[in-house]
């Protein structure tokens, strides 16, 4: 025990020495000009300074998110800026707390207790914890739970998983405060790649205008108010810039790198880091059934309709354990489910009898499949699916935490991607490459009694008083 107390005192020391060094490669880029941070940055940064002025009931945060999307920079940002306060600090990474030391969160506290000369409780200054892929200790929870219990001089912030919410009880959650880092949006993406900062304002009053009009006049009429401010946004971008950000732009981790053979490797490698890592953990499976859920997803990828029976049938297993696949993918976040229009989301995939609709959470991860393995669709089709992606990944951003909506999408045949509901309120909407007509939208408005319909694609901004319904071009959509 003595041994091993000594391994963890060095790799402390270590840790703690190059964790300034190691800091600045997150916040400064090659030319020590500092990165932009994300959005969600600044309401981060509002739990840690409301630590600092006396406010101690929010000083436990978990940042959940895809792998990749950026959770490791943004805790790095935060930790550097917390070098001015008088305070002690720590910083790692679980993995290598797990795996190479062979250790857990609760050992290692205690080491660093000795380290620092006295216990959580008795602390003369805060402590600033920062743990990174905490899911990496399976006790991760009862630890941080005890850590938190102990003194309310401890800022703990956590990423991981976003499986982490699967893990934790309700005394945890009762603790935590759990943020989602989502993939970039495009005036994230700009910020970051061409340091094109957004006009105050104008996302929010994009979201107004699309969310939250009464008709499809007044949605019209807020977005042609909006377009001359967009303009100005978007002099010196060009389609290339969007179309890098529909391919792989959307994961953070993509943005330096120049050639799209290296990009789309290591998208792959992201994702075999899911299965082989995350998954494997996670999942009760075989290793001959995580062997083949690349192949799953490449078959999602490509399938013109999703049908959990085609996908067992195709690869020899139980529709069953098919399930079992997709609610882990989803945990993992690499996927994300679209109920059908009319069934509960409490619904089981066994007791849902319409099929739901599985998109990925960044349409990077479908062009690496297109690019690497190759389509069986047309070129039109694959952009309209990587559009519907990208939709939809700002369609559940928007959702996040709001208990009062849901994102359906009508199972009929033609019939529109998605339907958004919120409390009394319907929007139907339609998601395409090309210029899109109103067809597939009338049904659906019809069915579900639509306070209006919303058609994302190449278009113009058009209003059609007829069909109750908004044209809305793909550049002022990905402004929300």
Not at 80 to 87: F, W
Not at 240 to 247: M, S
Not at 341 to 366: C, D, I, M, N, W
Request: charged share 25%; hydrophobic share 40%.
């Amino acid at each position: 025990m003595a041994i091993k107390k000594e391994k963890i005192r060095n790799f402390l020391n270590d840790q703690i020495a190059q964790a300034e060094f190691r800091a600045k490669a997150y916040v400064f880029d090659e030319d020590n000009k500092r990165r932009p941070q994300r959005s969600i940055f600044v309401k981060i940064r509002s739990y840690f300074e409301d630590f600092f002025t006396a406010n101690k009931s929010k000083r436990w945060i978990t940042l959940t998110g895809l792998r990749g999307a950026g959770k490791t920079t943004l805790m790095y940002q935060l930790y550097h800026e917390s070098k001015v306060r008088d305070c002690y600090r720590l910083i790692l990474s679980l993995d290598q707390v797990t795996q190479i030391m062979e250790s857990n969160i609760s050992e290692v506290l205690q080491v660093y207790e000795e380290v620092i000369g006295c216990h959580l409780e008795n602390l003369d200054k805060p402590l600033l914890l920062f743990l990174d892929e905490v899911q990496y200790d399976p006790k991760w929870g009862v630890a941080l739970k005890s850590v938190y219990d102990r003194s309310d001089k401890v800022f703990i912030f956590v990423t991981g998983s976003a499986a982490l919410h699967m893990n934790s009880n309700t005394d945890i959650a009762r603790r935590t405060i759990f943020e989602k880092l989502f993939p970039l949006s495009f005036t994230e993406y700009l910020k970051i790649k061409n340091k094109k900062f957004p006009i105050k304002g104008l996302s929010g009053r994009v979201r107004g205008a699309i969310f939250a009009s009464d008709s499809a006049k007044q949605c019209f009429e807020e977005l042609k108010a909006i377009e001359k401010h967009a303009d100005k946004y978007y002099m010196g971008t060009t389609r290339i810039d969007f179309q890098k950000y529909l391919n792989y732009g959307s994961l953070p981790f993509m943005i330096a790198l120049q050639n799209e053979a290296i990009v789309y490797d290591q998208i792959s490698k992201t994702l075999d880091r899911v299965v082989n890592n995350d998954i494997a953990q996670l999942g009760n499976f075989s290793q001959e059934v995580v062997s083949v859920i690349p192949a799953i997803l490449y078959a999602v990828a490509d399938m013109d309709a999703f049908n959990f029976s085609t996908i067992s049938n195709k690869f020899g297993l139980s529709r069953a354990k098919v399930a079992e696949i997709f609610s882990i993918l989803e945990q993992t976040e690499i996927l994300f489910r679209v109920y059908p229009h009319g069934s509960h989301l409490s619904q089981s995939v066994h007791t849902t009898k319409k099929p739901s609709k599985y998109l990925f959470s960044s349409p990077a991860f479908r062009m690496m499949y297109y690019k690497m393995i190759g389509s069986i669709i047309s070129e039109q089709n694959t952009k309209g699916r990587l559009l519907e992606d990208l939709a939809g990944m700002y369609l559940h951003r928007f959702l996040y935490k709001n208990t009062y909506a849901s994102l359906t999408y009508d199972s009929a045949k033609g019939g529109a991607d998605f339907i958004l509901t919120m409390h009394n309120k319907r929007l139907v909407i339609e998601v395409g490459s090309g210029k899109k007509g109103y067809r597939q939208v009338i049904e659906t408005a019809k069915k579900v009694k639509a306070s209006y319909s919303i058609i994302v694609s190449e278009n113009e901004l058009e209003f059609s008083e007829e069909f109750n319904a908004v044209k809305i071009p793909i550049r002022l959509f990905v402004l929300m």
